[in-house]
């Protein structure tokens, strides 16, 4: 089992070489970069409840707005391939839906910042459409489509990326960051993970970055389903990685489930696994790859 990281209201919180996440006070500012809206709710609810209560800011910089989620784009449409306009839909109503979920979370409407990217196109952007344009296969989009999006218009290219990434944690100017690891399953988490990785490896770069996990392994977590009140478990993938756990109040648990409640979308066709991060722990590391491994699969 992980050890304990910082504790609940009351008790001290852990410090040194060994802690995954500082003490947090007011001069905190926590950005949460999430791949689609209700990862950053999975993964990190309790320290975004935790950061606001302690006077901190918490952000959330959404890379992608959900717009080819399979399953529900069968659920609405009736077919896995649905339409473009279809598709775009359904990225405005998770980005909807994201806004509500992370205002009971304590994020302010500054804090909610969508960059508008190909949901499933991200590790090609870090790849071989760097410079060339990408087309998303649901929306039809080469383009950022969403008027509400940090950068409207903006190209699907690896460099617009990663100028909207630079420009957007600059502007939120977090002390803290926390990423996916570049060693969970889904290829836009390992992306999101390689570019927090990539910042903060930038000399003189002076922002602390904690890495979280979603696409565990298989069956991970288990037992699927809401288990309040029970640990979550390291996910096979990330347990090199020695991940320390960040404990939540029974309180903060109920907060947590309410807000991955406003994601009606999701939770209609993926119910059980969104339930099973409902636990009385976080888990984050210090390190989003071990040692001995450089890329991701």
Known sequence: MAALA????????????????PGFDAATR???????PDDETLCCAGVMQRVHDAGGQVSVLWLTSGDASHLTLLLIGHTLFGN???????????????RAATAQLGVGPTGQVFLGYPDRGLLPLL???????YTSATTGA??????????????????????????????????LILAPSPLDAHPDHRAAGLLAAQMS?????????????????????SPRGLNPGIPLSPAPRAA?????AFALTAAEEDRKLAALQAYVTQMQVLGPFLLAFVRSTELFSLRGESPQRQQPD
């Open 30 to 36: 926590v950005l949460i970069v999430a791949p689609h």
């Open 6 to 21: 910082a504790a609940p209201p009351g008790a001290a919180a852990q410090s040194g070489p060994h802690a995954a996440l």
């Open 84 to 98: 473009a306009a279809t598709a775009r839909a359904l990225g405005s109503r998770r980005m909807a839906e994201a």
């Open 142 to 175: 080469a383009r950022v489509p969403y008027s509400d999006a940090f950068g409207p218009g903006h190209p699907y290219t690896g460099e617009s990326l990663q100028r909207d990434f630079a420009e957007a944690v600059r502007q939120l100017a977090p002390t």
């Open 201 to 221: 490896a930038q000399p003189g770069s002076v922002i602390a970055v904690r890495y979280w996990i979603v696409h565990g392994g298989e069956g991970w977590p």
């Open 127 to 133: 790849g071989a459409f760097r410079s060339q344009t």
């Open 240 to 244: 090199a990685l020695a991940p320390v």
